[in-house]
């Protein structure tokens, strides 16, 4: 990044150091992988993910510096045991980096509509086009191995039509069956079940290899949220005679020596939990039967509440990094007084 001479913005420094937490999280994460990895044909895209984080936070750290801004703590190698013992298998691995790349598509994407200085903006798109190029190889290895969960199909519609009826966006009815489910809707209801089904296993492992018993109640916890969201997603979608998601072997091994700290692990739920908060509301927003829309709703709250209980145990443990914020300026008066 080359030097600019306008200041950054308070969105611009969001950005930067959401992405520093981020990609200093991944790559611990990525580094244990590479060391565990069995597959030959998963390890160079682990690499390839493992060395774009490293270039990431070169990156950025070059720029907290022409900044004078203070460099986050993040995560380094004392969040990480890379001598741990295999946790995860293969499979969990390659599904776990395509759900990752999807959740870095989503944020990058964000960070550059928010980003006005030029030589942000051209970082960002770079890293949404590295992001995008390791999500299609991920999802490419998927699907040669028979491991991809394709979206349920739909007959080809034979013409256009339009709604002629109120009742094509209620949910509810004592006296007619519910209309069937859009396409917009069962995409969905697919993606939600995905992500929930890769965060109860995350969950699962973390709360299995957790020394803290309030960290493991709290693991288990959302394992069993992300179950019941899956059920509730899955009757959605065999109420319309659609069979919900299969999984494929996305499993953990039974190892319980911790790979990575109850700090690193919190943080990684915790980001999770917001990224399902926010793929409820574009849910939410994009169906149209009631219902669902309603199911969306309270779900986050569930979500939300969670998290919440999660950021109070990071905050009791000192584990809880502080994003940059304004002054306090009535705080100032009192301490000048």
């Not at 750290?61 to 203070?70: M, N, R, S, Y």
């Not at 086009?129 to 040669?144: G, H, K, P, R, Y």
């Not at 499993?251 to 990575?260: C, E, G, L, R, W």
């Amino acid at each position: 990044m080359t030097k600019h001479p306008t200041q950054l913005t308070s969105a611009e420094i969001a950005c930067i150091w959401t992405n520093y937490m981020q990609d200093s999280m991944s790559k611990c994460v990525l580094s244990y992988f590479l060391q565990t990895v069995e597959d030959e044909n998963i390890r160079p895209l682990i690499q390839g993910a493992y060395d774009i984080s490293c270039a990431h936070i070169e990156e950025l750290t070059t720029l907290f510096q022409q900044e004078q801004i203070p460099l986050p703590t993040g995560f380094t190698n004392e969040d990480v045991n890379v001598k741990a013992p295999r946790l995860y298998t293969d499979a969990f691995m390659l599904n776990y980096l395509a759900h990752m790349t999807r959740v870095g598509m989503l944020g990058y994407s964000g960070f550059t509509s928010m980003g006005a200085r030029k030589d942000l903006k051209t970082y960002f798109i770079k890293s949404l086009q590295e992001v995008s190029d390791l999500f299609d190889q991920s999802t490419d290895l998927l699907l040669a191995k028979g491991l991809y969960i394709r979206a349920p199909y739909i007959p080809y519609p034979t013409k256009t039509d339009f709604v002629d009826s109120h009742k094509y966006l209620s949910g509810f009815s004592l006296f007619s069956k519910q209309r069937p489910l859009n396409a917009v809707e069962i995409s969905h209801l697919y993606m939600n079940s995905i992500s929930n089904h890769i965060g109860s296993k995350l969950s699962l492992s973390f709360a299995q290899i957790s020394p803290d018993e309030e960290v493991q109640n709290w693991m288990l916890r959302g394992r069993d949220i992300s179950r019941k969201h899956m059920r509730i997603f899955s009757k959605a979608l065999l109420n319309n005679d659609i069979e919900s998601p299969i999984s494929s072997d996305v499993a953990i091994t039974d190892s319980t020596t911790p790979p990575f700290s109850d700090k690193l692990m919190m943080f990684h739920m915790g980001m999770l939990s917001a990224t399902g908060t926010g793929n409820y509301a574009t849910s939410a927003s994009a169906s149209q039967r009631s219902d669902l829309i309603i199911n969306y709703e309270r779900l986050s709250l569930e979500v939300a509440l969670y998290a919440k209980d999660g950021a109070d145990i990071m905050i009791r443990n000192q584990w809880m990094e502080q994003l940059p914020t304004t002054l306090d300026k009535e705080q100032l008066v009192k301490k000048k007084k």
